[in-house]
């Protein structure tokens, strides 16, 4: 059995070339490391309500008359669901299992991160734009999940493949949506454009003779812009 030099194998490491993706993700091995994360936040608090009464839901869920105060029940509320309802939460970890491990690799899990978040942020600014400040609150990690499907359709594209069979997703749930009781559409909506934006952003063609690592910061600096006018939209 021979001795390494620490040293020696962390210089190697770095020296070693990183293997990124056609979006430039970071190709790693394992599971994905986000999506298992969210998925067990959702868990957790989910068990947490049902231990905690209504106190969860009071500090955490969306009250589109308190988003201004507020503001973080903006992505709180993605992490909740009804106490009530298991088929919904199983509905939302299901899109999910499905989604984020393809999502994450394809564009890294600090991008995917950043992805979920922002989706579900735009969820909830799309329910209080249409719904309005009087509209009940609401959870649910759907805005979020919508969101992943807007950008698996535009990554899909992208790459050139088949989106026929995410489109009849969307459509189906979209008419669901305006059929079964108790669902905010408003925040699939506001999910699913926010995440075809952010998307598009991150896998858009970089121009011409830009060096890869201001690609890299341009990217960063419209999905901020994308937060920020989200943000604005919902003052």
């Known amino acids: 059995m021979g001795v390494q030099c620490v040293d020696c ?52 869920a969306f009250f589109p008359a308190l988003a201004g105060e507020q503001p973080w029940r903006f992505v709180t509320a993605a992490f909740l669901h009804s106490p009530s309802s298991l088929l919904h939460i199983a509905f939302n970890l299901y899109a999910l299992y499905l989604t984020g491990p393809y999502l994450e690799q394809v564009l890294g899990r600090l991008r995917f991160a950043a992805l979920y978040l922002v989706a579900a942020f735009g969820g909830s600014v799309g329910y209080l734009l249409i719904a309005g ?13 919508f969101g992943l499907f807007g950008a698996l359709l535009v990554v899909q594209r992208r790459l050139g493949r088949q989106t026929g069979q995410i489109v009849g997703v969307l459509v189906v749930n979209g008419i669901l949506g305006f059929v079964l ?12 454009l926010t ?41």
């Open 9 to 60: 194998v962390a210089e190697a490491a770095r020296a070693t070339p990183v293997t990124r993706t056609a979006f430039g993700g970071r190709v790693r091995g394992g599971r994905p490391a986000v999506t298992y994360a969210v998925m067990g936040a959702c868990v957790a608090l989910y068990l947490l309500q049902q231990v905690g009464g209504g106190l969860v839901l009071q500090l955490l």
């Open 133 to 145: 400040l009087d509209a009940p609150p609401t959870v649910g990690a759907s805005g979020a999940v």
């Open 181 to 192: 009781p108790g669902i905010a559409w408003q925040a699939h909506l506001g999910g699913l």
């Open 195 to 235: 995440g075809a934006a952010v998307a598009a952003v991150m896998v858009g063609a970089p121009a011409p003779g830009v060096p890869r690592d201001r690609r890299g910061a341009a990217r960063r600096s419209a999905v901020k812009a994308s937060g920020t006018v989200a943000v604005t939209a919902s003052l």
